[in-house]
C-alpha cells in the first residue's frame, strides 16, 4: 500500500511528466481553439486531423527546403487552409454532407502523405529551446509551461486570439449567431454559408500551425502516424468543454496528461504495462471521460444542420 | 415521373457533372503518378491486371467486394435513420475477433462453430457500436465522434487480444511469440469457396448480394424500414407518430455495427489473412465500405457497382508496386473519387435552386 502511494507520489511529482503533458496538450489546443469557432458556427469539423496532418508534413516539406523556422511554420498554416478549403467550400457552399467530407479528406490525406513522402528526403530538426525567465524558476509548472521549445509558445497566443475573435468582434457575433440559429441570422442580412466557411478557414489555419508547431516544437521528426487521431480528441476536448473555450483548454490538458501518462508511466513506475493498452489508454479516457462530464452542456443550436436558404 | 424539359436538361446536366469529376479526379491522380517519378499508363495496366486481367484476378476483387457491400448496406440502414456512424473500420476488426474467439478456439470445429462464430461476431460488431448508442442516448455525445473513437480503440483492444495466449495469440511450442496474431480458424468451421474458371469465389459474394437486396427491401417496404426513414426525415414526426427515437435509433446503430460484424466475420471464415485474426486485420474495409455508401448514396442496390469498383481499385494496387508505383497511390484515388462523387449532385442542386430562384425574381 505504502508503495503504491510513494509511486502515485512520483507521479503527481514528476517533472518530466508536465512537460511532455505541456506538449501533448499544446497541439491538441491548437486544434481544438479552432475546431471550437468552426464548431460555433454549426459545423462539426472532424476534417482537423486532415488539416493537422496536411500542416505537420507541409512544415516538414517547407523545413526541409529552407531550414527557416518560422517560414515553414507560416507555410504550415496555409496548408491546413488549403486542407480546410475544400471541407468549407464543399459542405457550406456546394451543401455536400459535411461528415461525408470530412472522413473523406481525413482518409485522403492520409493516403496522399504516404505517396508523396517518399519523394521528399526529408530532415527536420526540434526547434531551441527558450526558458522564459522568471517564470521559469516555478516549481514543477515553470519547466512545464515556460522551458519549451520556441514554437510552442504560439499556444499561449492561439486560445486569445481564438476567445477574441469569437467573442469580441462583430464577425465573431455574427459567426455564433449563424451556429445558434441560422434562420434568424440569415434575415437579418449575415451571410451564414460564408460565416461557416470562414469559421472553418480558420480552424484550418490554426491546426495547420499546430501540425507545424508539434512537428518542430515536440516530435521533430516526420512520420505520417504523428498525427494519428489527435484531431478527434481535439473535438472530443471541444464537446467536453461544453463549448467553452476555458472548458475545452482544460479538456485538453487533460487528455494531454493522459497521453503524457502513456509515455511516462512504465519509467515512473518501473513497471511495464501492455503496449497495446498503454496506445489505447488517451481513448479509453476520452470515451470514459465523456461517458462522465458530457452531458451537462448545451451545444450551439444548430450544430451539424446544414444551412440552406428556404428550407427549415 | 413525368419528364419536362428541365427536368431532362438537368438530369443530362448531371451525368455530364459526374463524368466531367470522375475524369478530373484521374487526371489529378494521373499528374500526381507522372511528377513522383511514374508512368500513369503502366500503372493503369498493372491496376486492371491485378483487378481482372490476370487468372485468378476477378476472384480475388470479388472476395474484398463482398464485405464492402456488407458495410454498405448496414452503414445505409444507420444513415436512413438519420444517424452518422462512420465506425464502421472498428466494428469490422471486434467482429471478426469476436469470431476469432470460436472459430480459432475451439479447434475441431464444425458448421455449427461456424455458425454461431459469426453470430458472436454480428454480436460483437453490434455491442462496439452499441456503446456509442449508449454515449449518444445517455450523454449527448454526438454519435460522429464516439464511433471514430472506437475506431482508434478497437484495433489496440484487438491487438491486446494478441498478446495473451489465453486470448487469441497463436501458441507455439518452442517459438517466441513475435508475431501477433492468432491462431488459424478450425478447418471445419470455415465458408466454403467454389472455384469457377479458376478463380476463388467465397461464399460470402452470394451473401453479401443476399444481404443487400434484403437490406434494400426492409428498408423500402417493411414498417420497421418506413419508421426509420421517418426518424431520418424528421426525429420530431417521428417522435408524435409513437417511433421512438432512442429505441430505433439504437437499433439501427446495433444493426449497422451487427453488418459490419457480420462483414468481419464471414472475412476471417473465408480465409482473409491467411484464416488468421490480427489488429490489422480489418484491412479497410470498414473505411471502403462507409465510402461505398456515401458514394451509393445509401442504396444498397447502387452499392453494389460501386462496391465493385472499389475492390478493383483495391486488388489492382497490388500489383501497382511492380510498375514502379506506391500502392498507397488507390487511397489518394479512392479519396479523390469519393470527394470528386460528392460533387455533382450538390451542384446539379444549387444550379436547380438558382434557377427556380431567377424565375421567381422575373415574375416579381
Known sequence: MLAFLGSFGDILANGPLYQSTFRLAAILVFAAAGEWVAERAGTINISVEAMLLGGHFATAIAYTQTSNFAFSLFVGAIAGIFVSSFQAYLSHYLNADQFGIGLTLNILLLGLVAFLEPNFDLSTKLAGEVKVPLLYDIPILGPAMFGQRWPMYLVYAVVPLSWWLLMRTKWGLEVRAVGEDPQAADVTGIHVNARRRHAILYTGFIAGLGGGVYLLGQVGRFESGNIGGKGIIAIAAVIFGGWTLRGAVAGCILFGYVDALRLNLPNIVGHDFNAQLLAALPFLATIVVMLIFAKHTRQPASLARPFIRGLK | MTTTPSAKRDRIELIALYIVSIIAAFVIAAILVNTSGGSWSKAVEAMMNGAFK?????????????????????SAIAAKAGIINIGQEGQVLIGATGAAFIMTKIQPGSPLMLILGVLLGMLAGAAWAGISALLYYWRRVPVVLSTLLLVYLSSQITGYTMTRKFLLLEVLEGSPTKIQNSAKTAVNSRLGILHIFGNNVPLTVPIAIIFAVGVAYMLAHSVWGFRLKMLGLNPRTAQRAGVSHVRFGTMALLTSGAAAGLAGSLMLATGESNYRASSGFAASVGWDGLLVALVARNNPYASIPVALAFACLHTGSNFLAAAGVESVLVDVIRGLLVLALFIPPAVSELRKKRRVLATLTERA
Request: glycine share 14%; aromatic share 4%; no cysteine.
Open chain 2, 54 to 74: 490476370n487468372p485468378g484476378r476477378w476472384g480475388e476483387t470479388l472476395r474484398r467486394a463482398a464485405p464492402l457491400l456488407i458495410v454498405a448496406a448496414g
